[in-house]
């Protein structure tokens, strides 16, 4: 298996600067750490060269075996050859690995020949001694990491961070094996590692440990190792039978998973986790129903969790109770969303970016921009799409916004929300005749769980005017009256707010849920001017002109809107003109949903060429689908018509070592 090409990051003037950086910024550390550092030190081949002329140069990596110094060694002596410079040689080289349980930078300074030497720097800056306990816990972060920092396929995450190898870390069985007995030991720890940010208080089962073990297991499908595993975890604590269900349904053990779920909650009968994983199942199964008194137990029973009242606005919108949806989604607790950890690094004096021969593809590189060239243009109108830019708990919430809009349309949906939200205008009429009656405040009756709205600022808000196009046809919504306003106390005069027989069910709106009506307004305001357009230029036989950027902005908005088709028609005008991974990955939903094997493996061997051209041989959402065409079609006639396909042999191999991959874990369709 050939390995990707390293990248190289060049620091002529001052060595070491990117590890001191590192150094200083580990207090600042709150999540999984940022990805490996790998730093090495290089000089001239010519004898007689002195110290002086010594270079640094780096890379970052993911998905090295990091359970001893030894191992992390064995990466560095890799790099000692360099196909690319020939005239110099590797001197010495550090590796740096962030343990998060013990918030320790592992480092293994390496001198080639010669010696090796390992230890830890916490976050003062101060050396402390590297244990075998230390380094078990490495390995786990290792591991999470290259999990967590992968990417989809879309590119993104790839684009995050420049010059980032990023390699599978479980390549078979017995590696397996040591992750989850890692896993198993350090289990109960799992909370110091902080979760999603979706979740506001990290516990026992929704962590950053519990995440990783279940993003792997879905991946590779090895069900059976983690029912086993959580099996003995769950006789020491038995809050893990929220966990061992969802991999019991993953692997459509439905029966099993249910009578687990029904003994669980006799003994922890308000655990939320199983109450979600009930209500989650019972939807599923079109029991909306039953779905409905899960949802409503578990936010009872977490009230300060987003997770619960999301599944209990999904559960209304499934029901098609558009209000109590509204309500509920306005009673959302949003958390600030906190990024991963990414590495600051001082200004590089130069970088190299090499491209391994077996992954050139000449339709990828075909049409893409070089170095000076002037950048696609984008009109201003699709820069300030602000939904585009939502993580975290604001994009879920997004997400649920947009599925009413696409079940009742923006006229039915600015309907129910002034039917249910005390709206701006009719508040301030109110007031007026209200002057001379006592002190209160606005009552709310509405909803059969009591709402309690804690949500946060939305960080974009999208209030501002924007001019209007002929084609669009979709109104500006009204403001609501903020909670915050009326709890001010800023008014001139305190009139009783419970007279007020206009709004006496209605609730107040919280100030972040009205901003995602604005952005969500121009999200539909851009697309009607789009598709107005097209059927203009179409009528009239011409060609609708866009750059690439702008059609994969395009397919982006029609993807958050829910118009798949025309998604997918963007995407494909952006393919036309030049390959884009996040179109690709789009134009394979299509393929998927349309149970197209051979499109969505096309799509499939450009993107992993295209991953492996930036120095990434492993994408868990690449592997999860290769996995899931082996199990659907057969791993024969998977690697026969990647075989079949009219492109050069080194790019169909890097296919081929999915599917490899596949048959080592034995996977449901692999010919073993």
């Known amino acids: 298996m050939v390995a990707p090409a390293v990248p190289e990051i060049y620091e002529e003037d001052d060595?070491?600067?990117?590890?001191?950086?590192?150094?200083?910024?580990?207090?600042?550390?709150?999540?999984?750490?940022?990805?490996?550092?790998?730093?090495?030190?290089k000089q001239p081949k010519a004898s007689g060269s002195r110290q002086t002329e010594q270079t640094g140069v780096y890379h970052h990596v993911t998905g090295i075996d990091a359970s001893s110094s030894a191992s992390l060694a064995a990466y560095v002596n890799t790099l000692t050859f360099s196909p690319l410079d020939k005239t110099h040689k590797v001197v010495s080289g550090i590796y740096c690995c962030y343990n998060a349980f013990s918030h320790l930078d592992m480092r293994v300074e390496v001198k080639i020949p010669g010696s090796l030497e390992s230890y830890c720097i916490d976050e003062r800056g101060d050396k402390r001694v590297a244990t075998d306990a230390?380094?078990?816990?490495?390995?786990?972060?290792?591991?999470?990491?290259a999990y967590a920092y992968a990417d989809d396929g879309g590119g993104d995450a790839i684009r995050r961070i420049v010059g980032v190898r990023r390699f599978n870390p479980v390549t078979n069985t017995e590696m397996e094996h040591k992750f989850l007995d890692a896993a198993e030991r350090l289990f109960f720890m799992g909370r110091q590692l902080s979760s999603d940010p979706e979740t506001q208080v990290p516990n026992t089962v929704s962590n950053h440990l519990t995440t990783g073990l279940l993003k792997y297991i879905q991946t590779t499908g090895r069900y059976t190792s983690g029912i086993n595993l959580f099996e003995k975890l769950r006789t020491r604590d038995v809050e893990v039978s929220s966990l061992l269900s969802r991999v019991l349904l993953m692997a459509d053990e439905e029966v099993r998973a249910v009578r687990l779920m029904y003994d669980a909650l006799q003994d922890v009968p308000m655990d939320y986790s199983l109450l979600d994983c009930q209500a989650s199942f019972c939807q599923k199964k079109g029991e909306g129903e039953m779905a409905l008194e899960c949802a409503k137990r578990a936010v009872t029973a977490a009230p300060s969790e987003f997770s619960t009242w999301a599944q209990l606005a999904e559960v209304y919108v499934n029901l098609e109770q558009w209000d109590l949806a509204l309500l509920t989604l306005n009673s959302c607790p949003m958390?600030?969303?906190?990024?991963?950890?990414?590495?600051?690094?001082?200004?590089?004096?130069?970088?190299?970016?090499?491209?391994?021969?077996?992954?050139?593809?000449d339709e990828i590189d075909e049409g893409q921009p070089r170095q000076g060239d002037p950048h696609d243009y984008v009109h201003p109108s699709l820069r300030k799409l602000h939904a585009a830019a939502y993580q975290g708990t604001?994009?879920?919430?997004?997400?649920?916004?947009?599925?009413?809009?696409?079940?009742?349309?923006?006229?039915?949906?600015?309907?129910?929300?002034?039917?249910?939200?005390?709206?701006?205008?009719e508040y301030r009429v109110e007031r007026q005749h209200s002057t001379s009656?006592?002190?209160?405040?606005?009552?709310?009756?509405?909803?059969?769980?009591?709402?309690?709205?804690?949500?946060?600022?939305?960080?974009?808000?999208?209030?501002?005017?924007?001019?209007?196009?002929?084609?669009?046809?979709?109104?500006?919504?009204?403001?609501?009256?903020?909670?915050?306003?009326?709890?001010?106390?800023?008014?001139?005069?305190?009139?009783?707010?419970?007279?007020?027989?206009?709004?006496?069910?209605?609730?107040?709106?919280?100030?972040?849920?009205?901003?995602?009506?604005?952005?969500?307004?121009?999200?539909?305001?851009?697309?009607?001017?789009?598709?107005?357009?097209?059927?203009?230029?179409?009528?009239?036989?011409?060609?609708?002109?866009?750059?690439?950027?702008?059609?994969?902005?395009?397919?982006?908005?029609?993807?958050?809107?829910?118009?798949?088709?025309?998604?997918?028609?963007?995407?494909?005008?952006?393919?036309?003109?030049?390959?884009?991974?996040?179109?690709?990955?789009?134009?394979?939903?299509?393929?998927?949903?349309?149970?197209?094997?051979r499109g969505?493996?096309?799509?499939?061997?450009?993107?992993?060429?295209?991953?492996?051209?930036?120095?990434?041989?492993f994408s868990p959402e690449l592997l999860y689908l290769i996995r899931k065409l082996i199990e659907d079609e057969g791993a024969v006639k998977v690697r026969s018509i990647v075989q079949a396909t009219n492109l050069p042999q080194p790019v169909l191999d890097l296919t081929h070592q999915y599917c490899q991959l596949c048959a080592t874990f034995r996977s449901s369709g692999s010919d073993f």
């Open 15 to 41: 060595i070491y600067a990117a590890v001191d950086a590192r150094t200083e910024t580990l207090q600042n550390l709150r999540e999984l750490g940022p990805p490996d550092l790998v730093y090495l030190v």
């Open 134 to 145: 230390l380094w078990l816990e490495t390995f786990l972060c290792g591991v999470l990491r």
């Open 335 to 361: 958390f600030t969303y906190q990024d991963r950890d990414t590495p600051r690094m001082p200004q590089p004096s130069r970088i190299m970016l090499p491209i391994l021969a077996e992954s050139i593809l």
């Open 394 to 425: 604001f994009l879920k919430a997004y997400n649920l916004l947009t599925k009413i809009a696409a079940a009742i349309g923006w006229d039915q949906l600015l309907k129910t929300r002034s039917e249910v939200f005390v709206m701006e205008e």
């Open 437 to 597: 009656k006592p002190p209160g405040s606005v009552k709310s009756n509405s909803g059969d769980v009591e709402m309690n709205g804690n949500g946060g600022h939305a960080e974009n808000s999208a209030n501002e005017e924007n001019g209007e196009h002929e084609g669009n046809q979709i109104e500006r919504p009204e403001h609501t009256m903020a909670s915050e306003v009326v709890k001010s106390g800023n008014e001139d005069h305190d009139p009783s707010h419970s007279s007020y027989t206009q709004f006496k069910n209605k609730r107040l709106c919280e100030r972040w849920l009205d901003n995602l009506f604005m952005v969500l307004y121009e999200d539909l305001r851009i697309y009607t001017i789009w598709r107005t357009e097209m059927a203009q230029y179409r009528q009239q036989s011409m060609e609708y002109k866009k750059s690439a950027t702008e059609w994969e902005i395009l397919g982006e908005l029609a993807e958050r809107l829910h118009h798949f088709e025309e998604g997918i028609e963007a995407y494909q005008h952006c393919l036309a003109i030049r390959f884009s991974p996040k179109a690709m990955r789009g134009a394979l939903k299509l393929h998927e949903a349309k149970n197209n094997t």
């Open 600 to 617: 969505m493996l096309n799509s499939l061997i450009r993107l992993i060429a295209w991953q492996y051209r930036w120095y990434s041989e």
